[in-house]
């Protein structure tokens, strides 16, 4: 698939935070409702620096796996709070250049407008290649929320300086919640929707725990592999 690289890796702090700047003003708020194929990013670290950046695709009814890549790399960028990013960026964009198909919906282990600059990871990714993104976070990272009911399907807002950035969401009864925040082309009751339709067993959304698994597990020794499900050979 294709990603338009629209700056260069930025090498200093001031550079990356230019970046942000820069294409925050690119991000869509409200796109399409359904999705055929839906892709899984994450990165796993081996030690401090070396990585393994992964995209699971899925098809959105089934979850059976339409193709999956795995990239091993070096994080491009210093541990800055906000600029996480940068590190990962490189390689899941190489991962997604060699997919053979285009998803329709991207969803980010990470954050979007849920950020300190509002343009976290699926934001960035989601401008980048222009497919609607989400991001779910493990964590709480910005503003603030009441926990939510805890049945599944509750959420409450999270809120930043008065704006509502994202949602803390149950996907699970009596389980913590997960942080949804919109990247680029979604809205957030279509990011809420779609966590939840993609979280039918566990916590997390099968897209992000496919390839959670799938960067943990892979031979770090290894440049990149490629694998796709026969109805896609």
Known sequence: MRVDLLHPWPESVAEAEAVQELLR???????????ATVAGLDVHYHGDDDLSAAV????????????QVVVNGKAAFPYVPGLFAFRELPALVEALERLTVTPDLLVCDGYGLAHPRGFGLACH?????????LGVGKTPFVG??????????????????????????????????????????????????????????????????????????????????TTRSRATR
């Open 25 to 35: 003003p690119r991000v869509e708020l409200t796109g399409p409702d359904r999705f």
């Open 56 to 67: 699971v695709v899925l098809d959105a009814a089934t979850l059976s796996v339409v193709e």
């Open 125 to 133: 990714v989601g401008v980048l290649t222009g497919l609607p993104a």
């Open 144 to 225: 603030a929320h009441e926990p939510p009911p805890p049945e599944r399907g509750a959420w409450s807002p999270i809120e930043l300086d008065g704006v509502v950035v994202g949602r803390a969401l149950r996907t699970r009864d009596g389980v913590k919640p997960v942080y949804v925040s919109q990247g680029h082309r979604i809205s957030l009751e279509t990011a809420t929707g779609q966590v939840l339709a993609l979280t039918p067993r566990y916590r997390l959304p099968e897209p992000v725990r496919r390839a959670d698994h799938l960067a943990r597990h892979r031979d770090p020794a290894a440049r990149a592999a």
